[in-house]
């Protein structure tokens, strides 16, 4: 894994399998959940952090659940430090293993810059290959929350969303902010790009360049203890905001690139 510490303080961990995000402190506390009970044996996906999904979205399609490269080992193709911040980018090209599922050429680029109060993820998709391909694309980021039951999801207002609990039945969403306090899972399509996760004494600030899309995600008590990488409770103290490419496909030419990105800032 690759250790980021910038000029300030701040650091960031990312591991080379699936150039996983899995511990951003920008002052003190850790702001990415990661689960106790995810197993790191270079084979398995990680449970927490910020996994990245491509080039596909759950099972929205026939591909492994999520996509392809959340379980490749990445190379570290750059690491350095700054005057403001340390950075890392990582990459992925398709394999025997990928064609076998998914017969296109691909390269996929992950920048990591941890700066001060900001952590900056950066997805490049680029088409090497002599063929068009589409695809999804997400930053599933898990977000650590103190107390699930004091956090307030604003800015997604009069933004039309996919149930995924409901066989995707399309509501648009009236509240101010969103409270959780049962089993979410919405993807919010072309959704504003600016957001904030806001606790009692601190918030996040979520900003998406690129993505159109954004899901967010709260299994609960029912759904979490179903999943053997997680602490039955774990539920209590995460909210995944996901800076996504779900409900249109993009279509990438021969030679041509994709680039999107999520921004988190804290504060408190």
Known sequence: SVHLRAPDGATAIVTCHGAHVVSWVPAG???????????????????????????????????????????????????DIGERDARATFRVEDSHETRRLWPYAFVCELRVLVSSATLEVQLRIENPGPRPFEFHAALHTYIRVLDI?????????????????????????RADALTIDREVDRLYMDAPNQLVVREDIRSTKV??????????WNPWQ????????M???????????????????IVLAKGESWTGAQILSASG
């Not at 039951?149 to 969403?173: K, N, P, S």
């Not at 602490?231 to 496909?249: N, R, W």
């Open 29 to 79: 506390d850790e702001r990415l959940f990661l689960s106790p009970q995810t197993v790191f044996d270079g084979r398995s996906p990680i449970r927490g952090g910020v996994p990245v999904v491509f080039p596909q979205f759950a099972t929205y399609g026939p591909l492994p659940h999520h996509g392809l490269v959340r379980t490749c080992d990445w190379r570290v193709v750059s690491n």
């Open 149 to 173: 039951g004091a956090v307030r999801l604003e800015g997604l207002r009069d933004t039309r969303y996919r149930d995924r609990i409901d066989h995707d039945r399309e509501i648009v969403d």
């Open 207 to 216: 900003h998406a360049i690129g993505f159109p899309d954004v899901v967010v």
């Open 222 to 229: 029912g759904k979490c203890a179903l999943l053997d990488d």
């Open 231 to 249: 602490p039955s409770d774990a539920y209590q103290h995460m909210l995944c905001v996901e800076a996504a490419a779900i409900g249109a496909p």
